[in-house]
């Protein structure tokens, strides 16, 4: 059994260089754990590769055997203020000591309100909003969900092929980025309809679909991420968005935007869907709204809510200490951590594309917006293996989609962060062409990730 209270305290990052590897990857103690984890833990959890984090400080993760990361990961795209920011983890502790939870559903609970109040002052929707407060990101779509039929009387919902909006069984019926989300747990839920990502969608919804499958005066709301995650960091064409939302004007359809992990800062805008000047219906956040606290949201126009006391609730959702932690998340976007996300993507887009042009149709594309970066490979397999030699190296990537390696760090990371990030992604591009079958075999003996995807 691993004990993790028996370890040494975490050695300090101000004295060590980042990344600091110190063992064979993993560690005898990383080994230990995942053998122990493995005894105990559901097999349905998707692990990327055999990181056994205990503590981080800012951008750095330190492992069960003390060496030292560079995270470009966040935990998926989670931590967006970095590892114990002191602000939040201050307004943690005040808000603990205060009040851990009381419900917010049967109770008026004040931080709640004030969360919901910040809400609408910042969400890209024009006029007033009300707002249900999750434990998730797939609680936020399945409240989305209920709330876009029962507002619209209409039965029919449409998302697009790559999407990812969550595993729970609403979500996950919205989700098409792997068929293996939806393999023995047959029949989902009735009435989706998918669509290819992008303009091509569109024309798919109003010449085939309005026309031959279902009237468009009975699809209650159409479901997008403005910047596709899981499915590969996917940036959809400029007249994308403009035109989905002239279409679900024409037709009365409700326009839901999943922002769960490109929002929050992360694209260099507070909402990712500010890039192409649109306004969604209902708008759906988690991830790194409150900085690695479990804490969700769907913002609605107040219109929509029509829905009455007892129709929707949650008896942990908007706990007061992840409310604080998402209030000051907010304020530290908004102090600097948003035009960093600007900055640093345009960085290090520009210094990933310089380094891997020398590398060949090995890498396709590098694209992305701000902190939401992918880089498109030619094969799965150069993916993972790039994938497994950054972890070699002290570099924590993740795939996404087909044949894509996505960096998603902290938005407190720094130029020299930056810097020292895609030195590490080149050379670990630059090991994997010269033996290309040493890291993805390495890869796979430590827990077949050409089978199991990271989903985010």
Known sequence: MTDIAERPAPVSTTARPVPDIRTRLPGPRARDHVAFDHTYTSPSLPRAYPLVPVHGDGATVEDIDGNLFLDFTAGIAVSSTGYGHPRVTAAIERQARSMLHFSASDFYLPVYAQLAAELDRIAPIDGPTKSFITNSGTEAVEAAIKLARFHSRRQYLVSFLGAFHGRSYGSVSLTASKSR?????????????????GSAGLDELEDRVFKKLVPADEIAAIFVEPIQGEGGYIVPDPDFLPRLRALCDRHGILLVADEIQSGAGRTGKMWAVEHWGVEPDILLTAKGIASGLPLGAMVARANLMTWQPGHHGSTFGGNPVACAAALETIRLLEDGLIENAAERGDQAIAALREATAKHGSLVREVRGKGLMIGVQFDSDATAEAVQWACFQSGLLVLEAGEAVVRMSPPLIVSADDVDTAVRLFDEAIGAVRRDP???????????????????G
């Open 181 to 197: 989300y939806h393999a023995g747990f047959g029949p989902l839920l009735p009435g989706v309809i998918h669509v290819p990502f």
């Open 437 to 455: 079958s040493k890291a993805l075999d390495e890869a796979r003996k430590w827990g077949d990730v050409d089978e199991v995807y990271v989903a």
